[in-house]
């Protein structure tokens, strides 16, 4: 049996491609941003919050980690209405990848945080700093800095893991492949240009965010 | 109408966990088996057959998982390879898994000294030998903790066949949802499952 491939038939469908990709970058960076956040705040709490605040965010990430992202995504999703809580396929989705990046970060975040000298600490409390200051001026750029290529990596992870979300009918980049492929009966060819854009898209965003790390996290010296 | 006892989902539950172990264990072992040869060619230096292994490991590391599956599942389908679900989630899962395992390992091989490479080589060991009975011991005892940790992302990947139609616990869960409308109780427990399944093998790496 021979196969004829056609990939134009795929390309052809380039604004169904285009919306597909538009979804996946913006779950992403807001997803991002969010889990980020989130870590920020529950990797101090790991190092330096109540003993109870801890047991909680460490349960949390353990959880969180020891259980496949997508039944996150469908019990937000699909579980959560039974409590009323009723969300749309987009909000589910960033929802469900900032919580399942939040519990990866944290844990990276909290390895840079617990590498910085104690004296820094006690340096930035002899200069009278607040402990908000001293968490956000003084240990968090360093220790950004030392664990962003692994905070990286687990972004393009969740960026790849988001291919799931198209279950749920979120309109991202794999959801275009099944409704291309709906159409066309072309399988093949939109999985394989969907991957493909998946991986540009991987490539990319690591050469980006490294470039965005060592250009406004970490880099300069503000006064 | 069926009444589902709590008792009626996890014993089915439980049932379909036994598939996911299954696949588990085939992604592993075959991933595994996949990646250490890749690794051994990768070691011997061709310039490029290490160059091809590292285009291998980049695709399957850039790309989602689902979109393997897919492409084992539908894609090949096309060209009249028509896959059962089980075969199809089987090869994807362990090509996916060789990819990590074989860049895991040459971390590993590549962080002990050179120095060990050429004192074997002065002792007039042949490739073979320096990678068998000099490297490679040393290499493993180093590999175990990140090797066991990729076992969880393996174990939490194969709920993705569930969408290619293999029924293991997700789609075992999606379905007995289905059944009997309690997609918060049903997904609850099908968490629990997992969690139960990854933790300790979490718990083991860590001390």
């Known amino acids: ?223 | 109408m069926v009444d589902f006892t709590t008792w009626d989902i996890v014993r089915n539950l439980l049932l379909a966990l036994r598939w996911t172990v299954l696949l588990s264990l085939v992604a592993f072992i075959g991933g595994g088996l996949v990646g250490f040869i890749l690794l051994v060619i990768r070691m011997s230096g061709h310039g490029w057959a290490s160059l091809l292994i590292k285009g291998y490991v980049e695709i399957f590391q850039g790309t989602p998982l689902l979109m393997q599956l897919f492409l084992a599942y539908f894609g090949l389908a096309m060209f009249g390879l028509e896959l059962s679900p089980w075969v199809a989630a089987s090869l994807a899962l362990t090509l996916y898994t060789s990819a990590f395992l074989t860049e895991i390992w040459r971390g590993c091989v590549n962080s002990i000294p050179v120095g060990q490479w050429e004192a074997a080589r002065s002792l007039a060991l042949n490739y073979r030998e320096q990678l068998l009975f000099v490297v490679l011991p040393q290499a493993i005892r180093i590999t175990i903790a990140p090797t066991v940790g990729f076992l969880v992302q393996v174990v939490k990947g194969t709920a993705l066949a569930s969408l290619i139609g293999f029924i293991e616990l997700t789609k075992a869960g999606t379905m007995i949802a289905n059944a009997t409308f309690e997609p918060f109780l049903v997904y609850g427990w099908v968490a629990l499952l997992y969690f139960l399944l990854c933790y300790p093998i979490s718990l083991g790496i860590s001390r």
């Not at chain 1, 990797?43 to 949390?60: C, E, I, M, N």
């Not at chain 1, 990430?61 to 987009?90: C, D, H, K, M, Y």
């Not at chain 1, 968090?140 to 905070?151: C, E, G, I, S, T």
């Open chain 1, 1 to 223: 049996m021979s196969v004829e491939l056609d990939f134009w038939a795929v390309l052809a469908q380039w604004p169904i491609l285009l919306t597909g990709l538009y979804w996946t970058v913006f779950l992403t960076v807001v997803s991002a941003a969010g889990g980020l956040l989130i870590a920020i705040i529950f990797a101090w709490v790991r190092t330096a919050g109540p003993l109870w605040l801890r047991a909680f965010v460490g349960t949390y990430v353990e959880f969180i980690r020891n259980t496949p992202f997508i039944i996150q995504l469908f019990f937000i999703f699909f579980g959560l209405p039974a409590l009323g809580v009723r969300l749309s396929p987009e909000l589910a989705s960033v929802l469900a990848m900032a919580i399942n990046l939040s519990a990866y970060s944290t844990e990276i975040i909290r390895a840079g945080v617990q590498a910085t000298p104690k004296g820094q600490i006690e340096a930035a409390q002899s200069l009278a700093l607040t402990t908000p200051q001293i968490y956000l001026r003084i240990v968090m750029p360093p220790a950004l800095q030392k664990v962003w290529p692994a905070l990286v990596s687990q972004i393009i992870i969740v960026m790849l893991g988001s291919a799931v979300c198209g279950q749920i009918s979120a309109p991202e980049l794999s959801y275009a492949a099944n409704l291309i492929q709906s159409r066309n009966f072309r399988a093949f060819e939109s999985y394989i240009v969907v991957t493909l854009i998946y991986l540009l898209l991987a490539i990319l965003t690591r050469a980006a965010l490294n470039w965005m790390g060592s250009r406004f996290l970490f880099g300069g010296q503000r006064g």
